[in-house]
Nanobody, 115 residues
Framework: QVQLVESGGGLVQAGGSLRLSCVAS????????MAWYRQVPGKQRELVAG???????NYADSVKGRFTISTDNAKDTVYLQMNSLKPEDTGVYYC?????????WGQGTQATVSS
C-alpha cells in the first residue's frame, strides 16, 4: 500500500508563498502521474497541478504563472511551490499519485491565505 504524506501548509498573508511537500513511501519513478488537488468546504476536489513521469506539467488556469509543481526523485517527493498567494487559494491540498488503474491520496494539508 502506497503511503503519501503531505506537509508545508499553514497561514500566510495574501501575496506570500508556501511550499507543499508530498513524500511517497516508495520510489516516485514508479508512478505515471503525480498531482496536487485542492478542496474547500462544499465544493468538489479540484486539480491544481499535475506532472507526469515524462515531466510534462499542467496547471489549473487560476494558478498558472504562480504555482510550480516539481519532483525530487532522490527524496521521493513532489513539491508545489505556491507564490503570490490569494485568499481564494485557501483550502486543503491533497497529493494524488497514480499508477495504471490505481491511485492513492495523502491525508491533506491546510493552506490558509488571509487578505
Amino acid at each position: 500500500q502506497v503511503q503519501l504524506v503531505e506537509s508545508g501548509g499553514g497561514l500566510v498573508q495574501a501575496g506570500g508563498s508556501l511550499r507543499l511537500s508530498c513524500v511517497a513511501s516508495e520510489s516516485i519513478f514508479s508512478f505515471d502521474v503525480m498531482a496536487w488537488y485542492r478542496q474547500v468546504p462544499g465544493k468538489q476536489r479540484e486539480l491544481v497541478a499535475g506532472i507526469t513521469s515524462n515531466h510534462d506539467t499542467n496547471y489549473a488556469d487560476s494558478v498558472k504563472g504562480r504555482f510550480t509543481i516539481s519532483t525530487d526523485n532522490a527524496k521521493d517527493t513532489v513539491y508545489l511551490q505556491m507564490n503570490s498567494l490569494k485568499p481564494e487559494d485557501t483550502g486543503v491540498y491533497y497529493c494524488n499519485f497514480r499508477r495504471g488503474a490505481f491511485g492513492w491520496w495523502g491525508q491533506g494539508t491546510q493552506a490558509t491565505v488571509s487578505s
